[in-house]
């Protein structure tokens, strides 16, 4: 046999192993579980969070966060706005879905009501294990951050 055409049969069988063994599915559970999110900003209603909005979720340290759980999230907003449910994530197509399952009263706060609204309607996320976005379809997404920042 010609030892070039070894060389190509190899190389070839390799390249398809190669292709085979890498994924472009991101890591469910390393970007959303084993850490609390907190929120640091984002967009409503395709508007930037103002500089006061971004200092509310900073006020209090017990405020602004999602702890996603195997299948399950709870949260808060404000001091007294709790939430939770169920979610699902596509990690090829970077969807998803959040079910809120708890009953949740943001009248009291404009900014919560906007936050929960974009979690009540997400759509999609971006991001990794150390920053989060998670959009909804009306050009609103908030990011979050694994670590709580200081304002």
Known sequence: MNLNFIKISFLS?????????????????????????????GKLNGTDFTKDQVSSLYVNKDSYWIIFSQGTF????????????????DGGHRRLKMNVTSSVNCEESVLDANIFRVIKNVTRYSGDSNILEI???DNSYINMGSMRGNK
């Not at 390249?15 to 850490?35: E, P, Q, R, Y």
């Open 135 to 137: 959009f909804s379809d």
């Open 13 to 41: 069988l390799l390249s398809v192993f190669t292709l085979v063994a890498c994924s472009t599915d991101d890591d469910i559970n390393d970007i959303f579980i084993g850490k609390t999110w907190y929120m640091s900003g």
């Open 74 to 89: 709870t949260g808060k907003l404000s001091t007294n706005t709790s939430f939770s449910g169920n979610w699902e994530a």
